[in-house]
């Protein structure tokens, strides 16, 4: 079948990041469980911790695109919540200000892997626009492998504009900078994902003519 990328929650994805759409966990009960923590009740938290780690481990595999590296980040993310949960002022915020703790932690953990492309790694493209970059994909490992080459600034601006589909004030918010930095570092983050994708395309190209050449 073929992929569409797209900036909706909607849009289908080849990977799994997209939280369920089950709200078990969520809402009044979270915000509930949220106060509680702040006044030091642990066993408000670890309910919390168990409700929401799914949500962050999801995150947290597509940044950075590795089980036991998603696990880890996902517990240092857990112990910083537990750590500076008092400090959250609205608990109605507490989803989007789990994330920016989430991201920090994905940074941290791709500071300790050398396979991670940097963003200095990734070739300014020549594609257009970046809309372009969200175009029909048919092979779902080539995605798949596109995306992998992406700097993990990239992968998580990607991750939580696109797929997640957090308004871009949320996003702003989780990554720590100004809202106008958010849409220039997702220009070029669909950029140079279009960028790998005509590159994978060229390389399966060039493979599949070899591989003609030698029957």
Same mark, same amino acid.
């Given at each position: &079948?073929?992929?569409?990328? =797209?900036?909706?929650?909607?849009?289908?994805?080849?990977?799994?990041?997209? *939280?369920? +759409?089950?709200? +078990?966990?969520?809402?009044?009960?979270?915000? @509930?469980?949220?106060? #509680?923590?702040?006044?030091?009740?642990?066993?408000?938290?670890? !309910?919390? !911790?168990?409700? $929401?780690? *799914?949500? /962050?481990?999801?995150?947290?595999? =597509?940044?950075?695109?590795? +089980?036991?590296?998603?696990?880890?980040? +996902?517990?240092?993310?857990?112990? $910083?919540?537990? #750590?500076?949960?008092?400090?959250?002022?609205?608990?109605?915020?507490?989803? !989007?200000?789990?994330?920016?703790?989430?991201?920090?932690?994905?940074?941290?953990?791709?500071?300790?892997?050398?396979?991670?492309?940097?963003?200095?790694?990734? *070739?300014?493209?020549?594609?257009?626009?970046?809309?372009? &970059?969200?175009?029909?994909?048919?092979?779902?490992?080539?995605?798949?492998?596109?995306?992998?080459?992406?700097?993990?600034?990239?992968?998580?601006?990607?991750?939580? #504009?696109?797929?997640?589909?957090? *308004?871009?004030?949320?996003?702003?918010?989780?990554?720590?900078?100004?809202? =106008?930095?958010?849409?220039?570092?997702?220009?070029?983050?669909?950029? !140079?994902?279009?960028?790998?994708? @005509?590159?994978? =395309?060229?390389?399966?190209?060039?493979?599949? /003519?070899?591989?003609?050449?030698?029957?």
């Amino acid at each position: &079948a073929t992929h569409t990328i =797209g900036g909706t929650a909607n849009a289908a994805a080849p990977w799994s990041v997209v *939280p369920s +759409t089950d709200q +078990t966990g969520s809402g009044d009960m979270d915000q @509930e469980l949220v106060v #509680r923590a702040q006044h030091g009740d642990q066993r408000a938290f670890e !309910a919390l !911790a168990l409700a $929401d780690s *799914p949500r /962050l481990h999801r995150v947290a595999y =597509g940044i950075l695109r590795d +089980t036991e590296s998603a696990e880890d980040a +996902t517990q240092r993310a857990l112990v $910083d919540i537990w #750590r500076d949960i008092r400090r959250l002022r609205e608990p109605a915020k507490y989803e !989007a200000w789990s994330y920016r703790l989430l991201v920090h932690a994905c940074y941290r953990e791709a500071r300790q892997r050398r396979d991670l492309p940097r963003i200095t790694d990734i *070739p300014e493209p020549e594609a257009p626009a970046a809309a372009a &970059a969200f175009g029909q994909v048919d092979d779902r490992d080539q995605l798949d492998r596109g995306f992998r080459q992406l700097s993990v600034e990239h992968r998580t601006v990607i991750v939580l #504009r696109c797929l997640l589909d957090l *308004p871009m004030d949320q996003v702003a918010e989780a990554l720590g900078v100004a809202p =106008g930095t958010v849409g220039s570092r997702l220009h070029r983050a669909l950029r !140079a994902l279009r960028a790998a994708l @005509e590159a994978e =395309g060229s390389s399966t190209t060039r493979t599949e /003519l070899q591989r003609e050449a030698v029957r």
